[in-house]
């Protein structure tokens, strides 16, 4: 493109490039519609990019006046390099969708219907938001719901997949939730309704298709994010059971990160902690800890669910259990990061205060692990593992402090 002075007013504030589709917003800034999606909708933001005030109502109304302008100037200045922007494609109406739901009756007009939101999701986060107006999550919700519920519902299902092999409704609805990026609001309102919903996604999880289990999961995270927390006191050990099967199953890098950070969330909550450990979760994320190939920010959350669980007697009697329990949290310390290194401690320290069997002591000896302890002291891993470290170290001071098994020179910095 040669040298060519665009006019300002053709330019995205936040993109800084000529406006294919100009919207704007209750502010009266006009934007190129992607650009101010994502801010807003992406990013989940809530003012204004230029004045900074905050956008009250979302609706973006399309500049047309602005975007022929644009093509105009564009056709003038093809011999330049300009290339002409085409007309955009209008967003769906409130109104298409609405009719759409309404003449989803029947088993087969739902399948297309889902083909069709499928679709118009897929086109941009204005389209996501009129959906999500307009009554299609209720109608989402109701197909997962029905998933499972009774044999009839179940047969049915199998039925409509033999007849329609691209499509199966429970996998397709839990895709389409998930991928609409739901409002706080919205989100909110399936983690209420009594818990049916979870119970529902417990069911998927339970039994339906790797695909399903996965979006099941990355939905659940979503609503957990926003959850109030007496919502996540009373979970029923069914779901954590299932959560921890993901896991298991390694289903997929995506579900196994938001199965983690699941945990992560729910743990810290009544007596979620025991009931995750009673799930078996404690031998899985060990296994995971062996894996050589498990990536730092993966480390990092196994570590944060295993401290959690580390919280209850029955975690800790896991991690004991375990041949390798002990030796690969301290092999964690100083390898991986300083949030590694804090939850490996962290986790020393209750197996420390609550565990200390002569057993146990003299296994942390052998594995190295009170060796490790005593680096930490000499090391910058941070005021808070340091600490913890040396106190570890002084709980045992007298079933440690002259072993054989501590090289001489972090023998001689032992705490007193």
């Known amino acids: 493109m040669d040298d060519i002075d665009v006019p300002s007013f053709f330019i995205c504030p936040i993109s800084l490039e000529i406006m294919k589709d100009p919207v704007t917003v209750s502010t009266g800034i006009t934007y190129d519609r992607e650009s101010i999606e994502k801010w807003l909708?992406?990013?989940k933001n809530t003012t204004c990019p230029v004045t900074k005030q905050v956008?009250?109502?979302?609706?973006?109304t399309p500049n047309h006046t602005l975007r022929r302008l644009i093509q105009?100037?564009?056709?003038?200045?093809?011999?330049h390099g300009i290339e002409r922007i085409p007309t955009p494609k209008p967003p769906i109406s409130k109104a298409q969708i609405i009719k759409l739901l309404k003449d989803a009756k029947s088993p087969q007009q739902q399948i297309k219907c889902l083909k069709s939101l499928q679709s118009i999701a897929s086109e941009n986060a204005t389209n996501k938001r009129c959906m999500e107006?307009?009554?299609?999550?209720?109608?989402?919700?109701?197909?997962?719901?029905?998933?499972?519920?009774?044999?009839?519902?179940?047969?049915?299902?199998?039925?409509?997949?033999?007849?329609?092999?691209s499509i199966r409704p429970t996998d397709e609805a839990l895709s389409i939730l998930y991928n609409l990026q739901l409002s706080e609001a919205s989100l909110k309102n399936l983690m209420g309704r009594n818990g049916d919903f979870i119970v529902s996604l417990t069911r998927v999880m339970q039994r339906g298709r790797y695909e399903s289990r996965a979006y099941a999961v990355l939905l659940l995270k979503s609503m957990?994010?926003?959850?109030?927390?007496m919502q996540l006191i009373n979970l029923r050990p069914e779901l954590l059971i299932e959560i921890v099967q993901v896991l298991r199953d390694q289903i997929s890098k995506q579900a196994s990160k938001a199965s983690l950070q699941l945990l992560a969330s729910i743990c810290p909550w009544g007596r979620n902690k025991v009931k995750v450990a009673e799930a078996g979760v404690v031998p899985i994320l060990i296994d995971l800890l062996l894996d050589s190939s498990l990536e730092r920010r993966g480390c990092e959350m196994v570590l944060i669910v295993l401290?959690?669980?580390?919280g209850c007697a029955e975690g800790r009697s896991?991690?004991?259990?375990?041949g390798a329990g002990l030796a690969i949290v301290s092999k964690k310390i100083l390898r991986v990061s300083q949030v590694a290194s804090e939850r490996a401690v962290r986790i020393l320290l209750s197996i420390s205060k609550f565990c200390a069997t002569t057993k146990?002591?003299?296994?942390?000896l052998q594995l190295g692990v009170v060796a490790k302890l005593c680096l930490v002291l000499h090391l910058d891993c941070g005021f808070k593992t340091k600490e913890r470290a040396r106190e570890v170290l002084k709980l045992h001071a007298r079933v440690w402090q002259n072993s054989p098994c501590i090289p001489s020179n972090l023998l001689s910095s032992y705490p007193a």
């Open 41 to 43: 909708f992406s990013g």
């Open 55 to 60: 956008i009250a109502d979302c609706e973006l």
């Open 72 to 79: 105009s100037w564009c056709m003038l200045n093809a011999s």
């Open 133 to 165: 107006s307009s009554g299609a999550v209720e109608f989402l919700v109701s197909i997962v719901s029905n998933y499972g519920s009774s044999a009839s519902a179940s047969a049915a299902e199998g039925s409509l997949y033999n007849e329609f092999d």
């Open 224 to 229: 957990v994010e926003v959850a109030d927390p």
């Open 307 to 310: 401290d959690a669980v580390c």
């Open 318 to 322: 896991e991690l004991l259990l375990h």
């Open 360 to 364: 146990v002591l003299q296994e942390m």
